[in-house]
């Protein structure tokens, strides 16, 4: 799940980056963030573990609601994670970039992580 999720953006800035020629870059005044596949793979690496121990968590506390709060709280972060697309510093090609990247790894996490049984579903509860 995790090497899917990371392969999934970094395919995405492939397409982008050296096939398309479009460097995906944020600028910031006189600062210029070129966004490599470095970036984007240490970005989609913490977004999938961090959403991995959310998910244990909550299975630990709250099993029975564990999938469900989990995907919601998922979309949530997802929707928040295009907020700073909104503002000034990029072209339109660096916002579609980064929009796919972030969906591309939604589109692996959130189904992957979130609608699979829970490890309590099936237990017999006596």
Partial sequence: MTVLAV??????WLVADPLLGHRPRIIDGEQTLDIGAVPVTAVALLASLS???LLAALERFAPHRAR?????????????????????????????TLAL??????????PGLG???????????A
């Fill in 101 to 110: 990247m972030h969906l591309a790894v939604a589109a692996v996490l959130i």
């Fill in 7 to 12: 392969l999934a953006p970094v395919l995405v």
């Fill in 115 to 125: 609608g699979g049984p829970s490890r309590s579903r099936g237990r017999d509860v």
């Fill in 68 to 96: 469900a709060v989990w995907t919601g709280l998922a979309g949530a972060v997802l929707a928040v994670s295009f907020l700073p697309f909104i503002g000034d510093g990029m072209d339109g090609g660096t916002r579609a």
């Fill in 51 to 53: 959403g991995w121990a």
